[in-house]
């Protein structure tokens, strides 16, 4: 019981950091009109999904400070589901990897995921060799995806980045 507690307790404590946003902003960003992301869908501001299919031209602009005020309110939305998800302790820097991660493919897409059934089985560095598998948009390989998710496993696993350019 008391192990429990101090997961629970501890998974309360840290936040997203900045790294968290740097490397989302890095890798969606920003655009203040509408286009078509990668797999076909319209996408805004900082990778701020509209609807699915193509944009058909009525969709909104988004000024830089929206944009920003919705990354961190989806950030935060983000974290609170993984927060739920999420079994075991964990550090500052995989959470921030995770956050990024869970902020491009979904937090639905996490929940039913492979990584998360080993992270929560306790098996972190297979959970985070499993980022190496979501590099596809749309069914089709993706550089960009290939490159976020080297970064995102790179930071889960040390705490850092090496991938520092697109």
């Given at each position: 019981?008391?192990?429990?507690?101090?997961?629970?307790?501890?998974?309360?404590?840290?936040?997203?950091?900045?790294?968290?946003?740097?490397?989302?902003?890095?890798?969606?960003?920003?655009?203040?009109?509408?286009?078509?992301?990668?797999?076909?869908?319209?996408?805004?501001?900082?990778?701020?999904?509209?609807?699915?299919?193509?944009?058909?031209?009525?969709?909104?602009?988004?000024?830089?400070?929206?944009?920003?005020?919705?990354?961190?309110?989806?950030?935060?939305?983000?974290?609170?589901?993984?927060?739920k998800m999420i079994l075991v302790n964990l550090k500052q820097h995989e959470l921030?990897?995770?956050?990024?991660?869970?902020?491009?493919?979904?937090?639905g897409a996490v929940r039913e995921s492979k990584l998360l059934r080993l992270l929560?089985?306790?098996?972190?560095?297979?959970?985070?060799?499993?980022?190496?598998?979501?590099?596809?948009?749309?069914?089709?390989?993706?550089?960009?995806?290939?490159?976020?998710?080297?970064?995102?496993?790179?930071?889960?696993?040390?705490?850092?980045?090496?991938?520092?350019?697109?």
């Amino acid at each position: 019981m008391n192990t429990m507690l101090a997961i629970l307790l501890s998974l309360n404590t840290i936040h997203p950091s900045l790294e968290a946003s740097k490397l989302i902003v890095r890798y969606e960003g920003y655009h203040s009109v509408p286009y078509n992301d990668e797999a076909g869908h319209c996408t805004v501001g900082i990778g701020r999904l509209l609807h699915r299919g193509n944009c058909d031209g009525t969709e909104p602009h988004l000024t830089r400070e929206r944009a920003y005020r919705d990354l961190v309110a989806h950030i935060r939305m983000v974290e609170a589901n993984l927060k739920k998800m999420i079994l075991v302790n964990l550090k500052q820097h995989e959470l921030d990897a995770l956050v990024s991660f869970a902020y491009n493919v979904g937090c639905g897409a996490v929940r039913e995921s492979k990584l998360l059934r080993l992270l929560n089985a306790g098996k972190k560095r297979q959970a985070a060799d499993e980022l190496l598998n979501w590099t596809k948009r749309g069914g089709k390989s993706s550089k960009g995806l290939r490159k976020r998710r080297i970064e995102e496993r790179e930071m889960f696993l040390n705490g850092k980045s090496n991938v520092t350019s697109r």
